[in-house]
Each structure stands twice: as C-alpha cells, then as structure tokens.
C-alpha cells in the first residue's frame, strides 16, 4: 500500500480565516478523496480529487469553500475558507490505485476552528 | 444511493472472548464492501475488502468477514480478542464504477469496540 503523508496533522484557526491542507504521496496513484470526520462522527466524502481534471464535489460541499488542487498523480490539497467552528474536524485524504476499488488513508489533519 | 448502517454503537467484549460487529449496507447492486479500523490517535487501516468471489474473506490481524446477499450483510469476526483490538471500527461500501476507476466510499457510523480484561 502507498505511504501518505498529510501536512499540517493538526492547527488551531481563528474564524474567517482558510487553512490548506496538503497530501503527499509516496507513488502515482490515480484517485485521491477528501473525508471529512467531524467529532465522534464517521467519515463523510467531500471530494474526488482527479489530475487533469476539476474535482468532484458530493452534495452538501461546494467548490467556494472547499477548494481542492490535483496538479499531479503524488499530490494534492485541500483548503477550508473563511472557516466556522462548524468546520472542526479531522480532514483525511484517501487513495486508490489504477484498477483499484480499496482505498488508503493519510493520517488525517485535525482542526480546529475558534 | 447507497448506504451502510452498523446498528451496534458500542460493544464490549471480554479478552480471548470471540466478536462480531454487524453491519447492513443498501445498494443496488453486488458493492465493494469493507472494514476499517481506527485507534485512538491513528487514521483510518484497512482490515478486509470484499469484491468477488468467496464470500468469507480474511483480513490483518486474525479478522475475517462473510459477504452475504440475501441478508445485505457484511459482519466482521475474530475468533479470540486482544486488549489491542479496541477500536473504532467502520464498515464502508463503494459503488461499481463502470469505467474501472474507484469511486468515494460510504462509511457506516462505526463500532466503539471495548475490551474488557
């Protein structure tokens, strides 16, 4: 399985204000996903993140306040704008390799939001 | 859309005891199914996957699984358990993607598995 790294693994943000989050690879790998895991709860899709290609969003998250780059098959980022305590969480991003349908997750970034 | 539920919130289990954690899961087709598990602390490990074929599938750490249709089940076993299996552990579904690629998961809201001494 890949090696997936997340930066930062955790911060504290004053409201109004946006942290990106990054995701590194260890080898290509074709799919990348962003989860969102609010506490005490599962996880939830945020995002299909695809090089080459705008990401797509699952219903309830938007482009505007959770912009993702893809600009190659190792990395990825995803940032959290104009932040609310609502969006204290622990972000994780996810792979999959060609063919592949299991995925692997980062070690997750956890925010908090003041 | 699919769906998974796992109706046990929480489950404590003596050591050496045997486990099962239930999961159903809704979709309208032969899914993608799997079990995660998350220590304190720690992200997201994958135990077992099932995509085809046997039903009962094998995972890390003594885990297996049994894939059955007509119950939309996937419940996860371990014969004998051990003070550092406590957990969360989540059962997930991905959909079939016709062009071969993966699609997101969708994760049940996860067993807090407790082990006694």
């Known amino acids: 399985s890949a090696v997936i790294s997340q930066k930062p693994s955790r911060d504290i943000c004053q409201r109004g204000t946006s942290l990106t989050i990054q995701c590194q690879v260890d080898?290509?790998?074709?799919?990348m996903f962003w989860y969102r895991q609010q506490p005490g709860q599962s996880l939830t899709l945020i995002a299909t993140?695809?090089?080459?290609?705008?990401?797509?969003?699952e219903s309830g998250f938007v482009i505007d306040k959770f912009p993702i780059s893809r600009p190659n098959l190792t990395f990825s980022t995803l940032t959290v704008s104009n932040m609310s305590p609502e969006d204290s969480s622990i972000y994780l991003c996810?792979?999959?390799?060609?063919?592949?349908?299991?995925?692997?997750f980062g070690p997750g970034t956890r925010l908090t939001v003041t | 859309a699919q769906s998974v539920t796992q109706p046990d919130i929480h489950i404590t289990v003596s050591e050496g005891a045997s486990l099962e954690l239930r999961c159903n899961y809704s979709?309208?087709?032969?899914?993608?199914l799997f079990w995660y598990v998350q220590s304190p602390g720690q992200g997201l490990q994958l135990l077992l996957k099932?995509?085809?074929?046997?039903?009962l599938v094998q995972g890390i750490k003594g885990f297996e699984a049994e894939f059955k249709r007509s119950q939309s089940s996937f419940n996860l076993r371990k014969p004998s358990v051990h003070w550092s299996d406590a957990a969360e552990y989540f059962c997930?579904?991905?959909?079939?993607?016709?062009?071969?690629?993966?699609?997101?998961?969708?994760f049940g809201k996860g067993t807090h598995l407790i082990i006694q001494p």
């Open positions: 996810s792979v999959a390799g060609t063919g592949a349908h299991e995925q692997y």
């Open positions: 080898s290509q790998v074709t799919m």
């Open positions: 993140a695809n090089q080459g290609s705008e990401a797509t969003y």
């Open positions: 979709y309208g087709a032969t899914p993608y």
């Open positions: 099932y995509f085809s074929g046997d039903t």
């Open positions: 997930a579904v991905g959909a079939r993607d016709s062009g071969g690629g993966a699609d997101g998961l969708t």
